[in-house]
């Protein structure tokens, strides 16, 4: 198939590397298939599941709007979850697809949802959970609102499911590998999403295929504290500083809302939202780690890396798991066969 660039491509907008913008999503699905052949594609719909799920547990089933990748699909093998399920672009699936893939990942009719706080999100997915109850399904769920970010007129925390949510995955994942009942996963869903925030940071929007302009502009050389994973704007504009500028507002966002003291343990997620690069995301886990040295907390768990994205947007979120209970440490820690998490 033949794109003609010169439709959408001006000096000085952003270029994407894809052919037919209609086409982008479903060509970046093939790809993945060739890299991942342990993912098994259900027809009609963007969702996979683990084609090796020996159906032997309470299987996970999570999902959203494409454009976050690696999440979800990539998290999807022994220990996280048991299937994903994509929309198009920054859009969840809708209700049928998620339990077209429900159905066709197990075969127990007991299902545990993960869903990121998203008003069409959670609609999607109550919808798909009260359709599979009604034809006899135990169908637990957790919703996941980590973000502390603050809307910029009432300024209020508008607690979407953001890069926390990855985190959610392993700590869920890992309970349902050892064989959690639906209450025990219920019960620990509970606990460990109140126990997780993110704040993100950003210099540039999001990029849908096809389309010239980012979800937001900044001046040269300012930054967005708090924007969303779909390219939603923050609640600060700024000039840009310095890697540990950013990072001291982020961690004075957390220390707020945790109010910890010295000692505390926590898990540290340092993520890429797509566009950042390794030597930009060190330098910035780097001065992380040092302020949050300097608070005197115990960080026993620490990964740094590209796990939940804003498609092309160039920025960072920062998670912190407040570590309740010493097995979710080792939680963290199992194995996994997944693409996407690290097992260090």
């Known amino acids: 198939m033949r794109y003609n660039s010169r439709k959408r ?9 894809i052919n037919e913008p ?51 699909w990539g998290y999807v093998g022994h220990g996280m979850l048991t299937g994903a399920v994509m929309g198009t672009i920054f859009t ?6 998620i339990v077209k893939v429900a159905q066709a990942m197990t075969h127990q009719r007991r299902l545990f949802l993960i869903v990121k706080n998203f008003p069409a999100d959670v609609k999607a997915f109550k919808t798909a959970q009260t359709t599979l109850q009604d034809q006899g399904w135990d169908v637990g769920m957790a ?12 300024l ?8 926390g949510t990855v985190l959610i995955h392993k700590l869920l994942g890992a309970a349902a590998a050892n064989g959690a009942t639906m209450a025990e996963l219920t019960t620990l869903a509970q606990h460990v999403t109140a126990a997780t925030k993110t704040i993100g940071v950003a210099t540039s929007g999001a990029l849908i295929p096809g389309q010239a302009d980012a979800s937001f502009t900044l001046n040269p050389g300012e930054i967005y504290y708090g924007i969303g994973i779909h390219g939603e704007p923050g609640y600060r504009q700024e000039p840009f500083q310095s890697s ?3 990072a001291q507002e982020l961690i004075s966002k957390l220390r707020l809302n945790f109010q910890w003291h010295a ?28 302020l949050l040295q300097l608070d005197q907390l115990a960080l026993d768990f620490h990964q740094a890396g590209t796990f939940l994205t804003s498609n092309g947007m160039h920025g960072l979120s920062l998670t912190l798991l407040h570590l309740e209970q010493t097995d979710w440490l080792a939680a963290l820690n199992m194995p996994v066969k997944t693409p996407a998490w690290p097992n260090h």
């Open 143 to 154: 919703l996941v609102a980590d973000d502390i970010s603050v809307d910029n007129a009432s």
């Open 263 to 290: 000692h505390d343990h926590y898990a540290v997620l340092v993520n890429s939202l797509g566009g950042i690069t390794p030597l930009e995301l060190m330098v910035f886990n780097h001065d992380v780690h040092e």
């Open 244 to 246: 540990e500028r950013l």
């Open 92 to 97: 969840p699936p809708t209700a049928e697809q």
């Open 156 to 163: 209020k925390q508008r607690r979407r499911g953001v890069a």
């Open 9 to 17: 491509l001006k000096a000085g907008v952003h270029m994407q590397i």
């Open 22 to 72: 209609d086409q982008a999503l479903a060509q970046a699905v093939q790809g993945i298939q060739w890299t991942y052949p342990e993912l098994a594609w259900v027809p009609d719909t963007y969702g996979c599941y683990d084609r090796h799920f020996a159906d032997n547990q309470i299987p996970l089933l999570a999902g959203g709007g494409s454009g976050h990748a690696p999440a979800h």
